[in-house]
Every structure is written in structure tokens, then in C-alpha cells.
């Protein structure tokens, strides 16, 4: 499946995408409000690859897409659905660069795969969201995801919005 909107192209990650997961998951501004250690090297991002977001995809027929940046042809962060085992619910998950940050890149890449997610059988959607994050609160709030609750997820307090397709 790939999604196209004015700027972006929402795409399956493939094994050629793993100096940018790589990236992803070890930039410190990238994971400030990210429960968990930065990557300290690319075979990180490759086991990434194969055992949770391939497995995702061939599990459920979804996970993390890749969002590509059509100006400059690189991906520049992901968006999709991941099911959230401990809380039996799908979550929209997003993170960018922080070169493409204040570019409305993440409401647009939001919206786009939301709509995407009923023909996947996807009836509603959460986005677990750490406390103080409110940059990825504004997006959830432009998609119409609505403040659901406080919780705890993986030892961490979040605020989880809500949308049902």
C-alpha cells in the first residue's frame, strides 16, 4: 500500500530504509519523549526491521510506514498503526526529523493514513502520547483524535487520544 499527499509518499519500510530507522531511534531530540535507549548501532535498526515491523506486516497486514519526503526523495520519519498488545488497541504512531518539525509534515501525514486505516478493518485508533510531548498532542487534536485519559504505558505517565473512524 502507499499513500501520496501533496509532499509525501506513505509507504512500507523495506531493508533499504535502515540507515533512516537507524537514525530514527538514535537522535536524542528524536526520542525525548520516546521510552527507550537510542540506538547505538545499524544492526539495531535491521533487527528493528525484520523482527517487529516485517512481523507486524506479515502478522496484521499493517504497522509503521515509512513517510518519504517527495522533494528530496529521503524518508524522513514514519507514521502507521501498530497494535498495542497490553492494551488490545491500535495506536498511530509518528515521529520526523527535527529538520521537517513546524512544517504541518505530521497532521498531513496523519490525516492521510487515517484515512487509509477502515479499508484495513481499523475502527478506531489511540495515540499514546508522553506527558509534556504537546507538539504531538496538536496533531492528535488536527486529526480529531480527543483526549481519552491519563495512564501508564511501559513505566512512563501518557495521555492517550482516541478517534473512531
Known sequence: MIIQTERLIIRPFTEQDCDAL???????????YIPMAAFTSREQAVELFHN?????????????????????????????????????????????????????????????????????????????????????EAVAKRVGMHWRECSEFMGHNVNIYAKTL
Open 22 to 32: 537507524y537514525l530514527m531511534n538514535s537522535l536524542p531530540a528524536m526520542l525525548k
Open 52 to 136: 517487529v515491523i516485517l512481523m507486524d506486516y506479515q502478522q496484521r497486514g499493517f504497522g509503521r510506514w515509512a513517510v518519504e519526503h517527495k522533494a528530496d526523495n529521503k524518508v524522513i520519519g514514519f507514521c502507521g498503526p501498530k497494535f498495542i498488545v497490553e492494551l488490545n488497541e491500535v495506536e498511530l504512531g509518528y515521529r520526523y526529523f527535527p529538520e521537517y518539525w513546524g512544517q504541518g509534515i505530521g497532521t498531513e501525514a496523519a490525516t492521510a493514513t487515517l484515512e487509509a486505516l477502515s479499508p484495513l478493518g481499523i475502527e478506531k485508533v489511540i495515540a499514546l502520547i508522553l506527558e509534556g510531548n504537546l507538539a504531538s
